[in-house]
């Protein structure tokens, strides 16, 4: 019963002013949420119904193309309208929120990250944070090469002295070899990290040496309570935050 229709319109500076210019548009989504854009990951989120199953679900879009990036079923059930009730955003870069016509608020998140040794101990997703990190930005941090991951933050709490965590990417290609990777320290700075902490690794843990985009990889990174790459100064609780780079 909404209207279809999703455009994406900039306000473009000319010599003669300000124009407006049509990006991209879509005619086959009807959104019910109030679209919602994270800088954090550079994707549109919005909450839709599949005209052909009836489910309601989360989209997301690029928001540079306004291709369909992923589509979750927030329900095996059909009612699930969150009748036209704005969804919000997390600023982690992975959280979205919905109220219902069934009076619940959804929650979406992606588990990222976890604890390879360790999998009956879940990783607190609401302290764990993926966030772009510009090409400038990252040099100014004191990082060599391009940007080839976001910026993934995590919180780890109650484990041993030494133990392995393990991100969740996608975005990856090429050689293995050519990756670099960097830790921020508390100064605000970032940092290379020494091979002996960390490699690439498939599913299984097995590591890799030629990546392709499109299949999920691990970065497994060896971290120590009050080591090289603990943000946190509090016993038993590490944070680190960490980049990938050509």
């Known amino acids: 019963m909404i209207a279809p229709g999703v455009e994406r319109v900039d306000t473009v500076k000319t010599d003669s002013g300000y124009e407006m210019k049509s990006i991209w548009s879509r005619n086959d989504l009807s959104d019910t949420s109030i679209l919602k854009l994270s800088t954090a990951t550079g994707y549109i989120y919005g909450y839709v119904q599949d005209l052909e199953s009836g489910m309601w679900q989360y989209i997301i879009l690029d928001f540079a193309t306004g291709e369909t990036v992923f589509t979750m079923d927030v329900s095996n059930k059909y009612g699930y309208n969150n009748m036209a009730i704005g969804m919000y955003a997390g600023n982690s870069g992975n959280a979205l929120?919905?109220?219902?016509?069934?009076?619940?608020?959804?929650?979406?998140?992606?588990?990222?990250?976890?604890?390879?040794?360790?999998?009956?101990?879940?990783?607190?997703?609401?302290?764990?944070?993926?966030?772009?990190?510009?090409?400038?930005?990252?040099?100014?941090?004191?990082?060599?090469?391009?940007?080839?991951?976001?910026?993934?933050?995590?919180?780890?709490?109650?484990?041993?002295?030494?133990?392995?965590?393990?991100?969740?990417?996608?975005?990856?290609?090429?050689?293995?070899?050519?990756?670099?990777?960097?830790?921020?320290?508390?100064?605000?700075k970032l940092a290379e990290v020494g091979k002996e902490l960390w490699t690439i690794t498939d599913e299984a843990g097995t590591g890799v040496d030629t990546l392709a985009d499109g299949t999920l990889y691990e970065l497994r990174v060896s971290i120590a309570d009050g080591g090289a790459l603990d943000l946190s100064e509090e016993e038993k609780k590490i944070i680190i935050s960490v980049v990938l780079a050509k």
């Open 97 to 188: 929120y919905c109220p219902t016509g069934y009076l619940e608020l959804l929650c979406l998140q992606d588990r990222f990250v976890y604890l390879p040794e360790m999998p009956y101990r879940k990783v607190d997703l609401d302290k764990a944070a993926r966030n772009v990190l510009t090409q400038e930005q990252f040099e100014q941090d004191g990082g060599d090469g391009t940007v080839a991951s976001w910026r993934n933050t995590v919180t780890v709490v109650n484990v041993h002295p030494n133990t392995t965590v393990s991100f969740r990417m996608n975005n990856l290609s090429g050689s293995a070899a050519e990756l670099k990777f960097y830790a921020y320290g508390a100064d605000g």
